[in-house]
């Protein structure tokens, strides 16, 4: 998704928390060594114009410092794409020398960093927290773990839809109310702008291992999740009920074709820019606000880059690009798709201050301080008062259409073994972008790896 050379690497990251842990005395150890001192280590951007996490979190630890005397609040960011970011948050929660006080976690991992044991339920601290009661049950279900515990405070969510230039579709005679009803409607448009705009990309999907959970979400979810006789209703990856994980049927074969569909005919970006771990950063930072891509299968997300201040300000987004949901396979109810997730702020079983951590999160969490973070990344409200708040709503453009997808969303199934099953999506849809493998042997490669996911407790289609 985003350049790691010349970065900071884990070892070295590892090394400086460690040395800096050896001068401390016997009595302390990690991110307890201080009492007066909250540890924050969050995600961060690996596009150095792009600060809306570091800006945010500075002002929060203005605000909580001023107002807790003798308190310090330290943020420790971690500049690493998706896929490095948990490897590496993921090592510093072994061990009380290394862990933070406070993480951003995403919520696809959660159940699986609670069964690793690296995460605190945060239970105790809820049932004394007023402010609880105002975040929708969709967010409060995506921090549990299987146990019915909560291990984390959501900070938004997000969906997800079809982004497309206003511009290229006027070029190519494609209409400025797109709408599309099928998957053939979305194929046939990105065969339109081949045919009539030369030199741009008609359709961008992400796959493959390099952009991880990206590829699985982002592109393989929305599509399979649209599929079946009711437009996948029910969870077409994993079945509550008996508590296994589902084989691929037609729906999954149908969705990988669609991407084999976009990479077979020079849909979508040549496959080494598509296999680029940098690809999203593209997306945002140059196809799109460039006039270099038509149609992008994407987040809510984007617009945080073209903001003022983020480095690739772009204020005629709005004007230049319009918005479609993405449409259930054969256009059957509910006739649109959409997946979220999100993230929340997780207290590591390892902490050395988890109540000063918490005293953190509120601070966050104040409806005002919710309210300018949801604003600031482009996020989906998760505090029903923020949602309902008309200064909210009427923000950005963009933000009543994502959040009005909410209510045709999807979850994914988050429990301890997502984490591999993601991988062998990923691999599937990169054997298929490459050619490499036909979707039939893609999909059998996936029923092969999910039995090892799942220890064998799969559904055969």
Not at 129 to 157: C, L, M, R
Request: charged letters at 25%; a negative charge; hydrophobic letters at 35%.
């Amino acid at each position: 998704m985003r350049p790691t050379a010349t970065r900071p690497t884990l070892p070295a990251l590892l090394a400086l928390t460690l040395a800096a842990a050896g001068t401390l005395t016997a009595c302390g150890s990690g991110s307890g060594s201080d009492p007066d001192t909250v540890k924050v280590s969050f995600k961060q951007s690996t596009d150095n114009s792009i600060k809306v996490m570091d800006t945010y979190l500075a002002d929060i630890k203005k605000q909580f410092e001023k107002a807790n005397p003798g308190k310090k609040v330290e943020l420790v960011p971690i500049k690493a794409p998706d896929s490095e970011y948990y490897t590496k948050l993921q090592q510093m929660l072994r061990s009380p020398k290394t862990a933070p006080d406070l993480v951003y976690e995403d919520t696809f991992l959660i159940n699986s960093d609670i069964t690793s044991g690296y995460l605190k339920p945060l239970d105790p601290y809820l049932a004394k927290w007023q402010d609880w009661d105002k975040f929708i049950d969709t967010a409060k279900a995506a921090a549990q773990g299987e146990d019915g515990k909560t291990y984390g405070v959501p900070d938004g969510t997000d969906t997800r839809g079809l982004w497309f230039s206003k511009d290229i579709f006027k070029k190519a005679g494609l209409p400025a109310d797109w709408q599309p009803k099928t998957w053939d409607d979305v194929l046939d448009a990105a065969r339109t702008v081949k045919e009539k705009v030369p030199g741009v990309i008609p359709l961008n999907v992400y796959t493959g291992k390099p952009v991880g959970e990206a590829a699985t979400m982002q592109t393989f979810e929305m599509l399979l999740y649209g599929t079946g006789a009711s437009g996948g209703t029910s969870d077409p990856l994993y079945d509550k009920s008996a508590k296994k994980w589902i084989a691929g049927g037609q729906g999954f074969k149908d969705s990988l074709s669609f991407v084999e569909t976009v990479y077979k005919e020079k849909l979508g970006p040549d496959v080494s820019d598509a296999l680029d771990p940098n690809v999203m950063t593209r997306v945002r930072g140059e196809w799109l606000p460039k006039g270099k891509l038509a149609i992008a299968l994407d987040g809510s997300w984007l617009p945080q880059d073209w903001l003022p201040g983020s480095g690739h300000e772009w204020p005629e987004w709005s004007d230049e690009l319009g918005l479609a949901a993405m449409p259930t396979q054969n256009g059957q109810a509910p006739g649109k798709v959409s997946m979220s997730g999100g993230w929340t702020w997780s207290i590591p079983a390892k902490a050395g201050n988890p109540d000063l951590a918490f005293e953190f999160i509120k601070t966050m969490q104040t409806k005002a301080n919710a309210q300018k973070w949801y604003v600031a990344n482009s996020g989906i409200a998760v505090r029903k008062d923020v949602a309902d708040d008309p200064a909210y709503t009427d923000a950005q453009p963009g933000i009543k259409f994502f959040t009005d997808l909410v209510a045709s969303t999807h979850y994914r199934p988050a429990y301890p073994a997502y984490p591999k099953v993601s991988t062998a999506v990923q691999e599937a849809m990169e054997g298929v972008t490459t050619g490499d493998m036909s979707v039939a042997e893609a999909a059998k490669g996936y029923d092969e790896e999910l039995k090892s996911a799942a220890d064998g407790e799969v559904i055969e289609k």
